[in-house]
């Protein structure tokens, strides 16, 4: 079992810079890689970033490479997600997600995934 509550989120400007985070629990939390999915209102899901618990490889969807960076604090067990230079397109809600796959065939998938917080919107207005 993994509980994941995000916070961070809100209005932003674009050009703004954001930070989420994630806090996860339960039993071998350490275990999971961790990501972040967004969806946009009327849109499906979209893959924004994972990374595994040793922090090695992180994945980032194509929109987000430039501007975004994920990481994790394994000793408090809190994933982030740095977001600089937010455009109006950005606007979604922000999920924070557990898997125990690991290597990007499965961290970009969100099927893969079994564990989902409630999400954070985020509101970037130009």
């Known amino acids: 079992q993994v509980h994941l509550v995000e916070s961070g989120g809100g209005p932003v400007q674009a050009g703004d810079s954001l930070r989420l985070s994630c806090a996860a629990s339960?039993?071998?939390?350490?275990?999971?890689?961790l990501g972040w999915f967004r969806q946009a209102p009327e849109k499906a899901h979209e893959f924004v970033a994972a990374?595994?618990?040793?922090?090695?490889?992180?994945y980032y969807g194509d929109f987000a490479e430039d501007r975004f960076t994920i990481s994790r604090d394994n000793a408090n067990n809190i994933l982030y997600l740095q977001m600089n230079s937010l455009k109006p397109e950005d606007t979604a809600v922000y999920y924070c997600?557990?898997?125990?796959?690991?290597?990007?065939?499965?961290?970009?998938?969100?099927?893969?995934?079994?564990?989902w917080g409630q999400g954070t919107q985020v509101t970037v207005s130009s």
């Open positions: 339960g039993n071998e939390v350490e275990r999971y890689s």
């Open positions: 990374v595994p618990w040793s922090g090695g490889d992180k």
């Open positions: 997600s557990a898997t125990l796959g690991e290597g990007g065939d499965y961290l970009r998938t969100r099927a893969f995934y079994t564990y």
